[in-house]
Nanobody
Framework: QVQLMESGGDLVQPGESLRLSCVAS????????MDWYRQVPGKERELVAQ??????????SVLGRFTISRDFARDGAKSVVNLEMRNLKADDTALYLC?????????????WGQGTQVTVSS
């Protein structure tokens, strides 16, 4: 199995920065692409950043402000995906969720964390 645990959400003012982390544990060899989504009540879940090996992708709404990165533990048992968020805006307020796509033995499966709340308000 694969477990995802997010952290780092907070209440910040517009223009400030925040770093979210997602610790992935379990069968790392069966995880491919990892992503950060965000969810606002009443709206569709939005993909904001993705990392697949050395390749990254960002939505237009966060391009140039957010940076996604991934680190692996030495023993390969865990992986951490970070989302550096700069110049935060009120529109960035959302529940941020970490997602992983299964590969190999877990091909076709999706793994989600519980989410971490980011609120941007003055």
């Amino acid at each position: 199995q694969v477990q995802l645990m997010e952290s780092g959400g907070d209440l910040v003012q517009p223009g400030e920065s925040l770093r979210l982390s997602c610790v992935a544990s379990g069968s790392m060899r069966n995880i491919g692409t990892m992503d950060w989504y965000r969810q606002v009540p009443g709206k569709e879940r939005e993909l904001v950043a993705q990392i697949d090996g050395g390749a990254t992708w960002y939505s237009d709404s966060v391009l140039g402000r957010f940076t996604i990165s991934r680190d692996f533990a030495r023993d390969g048992a865990k992986s951490v995906v970070n989302l550096e968020m700069r110049n935060l805006k009120a529109d960035d307020t959302a529940l941020y969720l970490c997602h992983a796509s299964g590969i190999n033995y877990y091909r076709g499966r999706d793994f989600w964390g519980q989410g971490t709340q980011v609120t941007v308000s003055s």
